[in-house]
T-cell receptor, first 113, second 116 residues
Framework: EPEVTQTPSHQVTQMGQEVILRCVPISNHLYFYWYRQILGQKVEFLVSFYNNEISEKSEIFDDQFSVERPDGSNFTLKIRSTKLEDSAMYFC???????????FGSGTRLTVV | AQKITQTQPGMFVQEKEAVTLDCTYDTSDPSYGLFWYKQPSSGEMIFLIYQGSYDQQNATEGRYSLNFQKARKSANLVISASQLGDSAMYFCAMREGDTSYGKLTFGQGTILTVHP
């Protein structure tokens, strides 16, 4: 079964450092998403991406965040200057046009120290 | 106002029994989709079941069924014949609009514990 692949599975970074979280969506999917889950809390939408541009973003997705699809397969989330409160599990997801399914990756656990 | 409400922080069930996890939603959009995801302790999000707002029948997927009561705006997940492996966090989520894509809004989740 096709998978969404996220790397790394766990990243520890110092406050103020930049991090890039990487995702490889399912190859024939056209819509890509990033979600965040602070430990023990609900999953929150960050951003959706279609046709090489952001289609929707939440109020969480401020200027320190950016997304990119640098080539035909990768989809990245960059956090420019990490804060302690950015510590969370970050999920990438992708979906197709004509089905209702969203496939989530296994997540990257980001720890900011 | 919360768009998705899961009022049960935790639920317990005996193995082989059925359990219902509650979910209510709030939207003014006539077209929407409702989803349930399972999140085991390993952290991944596993899709369980989907219900469209215009679907006449309640969705079923194996041991999972969705009790969809549109007038009450509820979409409860029923797990029949619970297994130890069902112990996990369960999230209800909604997508608004008549597209098959778009952001999901999640509830707070319910932790289900299955006892042997």
């Amino acid at each position: 079964e096709p998978e969404v692949t996220q790397t790394p599975s766990h990243q520890v970074t110092q406050m103020g450092q930049e991090v890039i979280l990487r995702c490889v969506p399912i190859s024939n999917h056209l819509y890509f998403y990033w979600y965040r889950q602070i430990l023990g809390q609900k999953v929150e939408f960050l951003v959706s991406f279609y046709n090489n541009e952001i289609s929707e973003k939440s109020e969480i997705f401020d200027d320190q965040f950016s997304v990119e699809r640098p080539d035909g397969s990768n989809f990245t989330l960059k956090i420019r200057s990490t804060k302690l409160e950015d510590s969370a599990m970050y999920f990438c997801a992708s979906s197709e046009t004509y089905t209702y399914g969203y496939t989530f990756g296994s997540g990257t656990r980001l720890t900011v120290v | 106002a919360q768009k998705i409400t899961q009022t049960q922080p935790g639920m317990f069930v005996q193995e082989k029994e059925a359990v219902t996890l509650d979910c209510t939603y709030d939207t003014s959009d006539p077209s929407y989709g409702l989803f349930w995801y399972k999140q085991p302790s390993s952290g991944e999000m596993i899709f369980l079941i989907y219900q469209g707002s215009y679907d006449q029948q309640n969705a079923t997927e194996g041991r999972y069924s969705l009790n969809f009561q549109k007038a009450r705006k509820s979409a409860n997940l029923v797990i029949s014949a619970s297994q130890l492996g069902d112990s996990a966090m369960y999230f209800c989520a909604m997508r608004e609009g008549d597209t098959s894509y778009g952001k999901l809004t999640f509830g707070q989740g319910t932790i289900l514990t299955v006892h042997p």
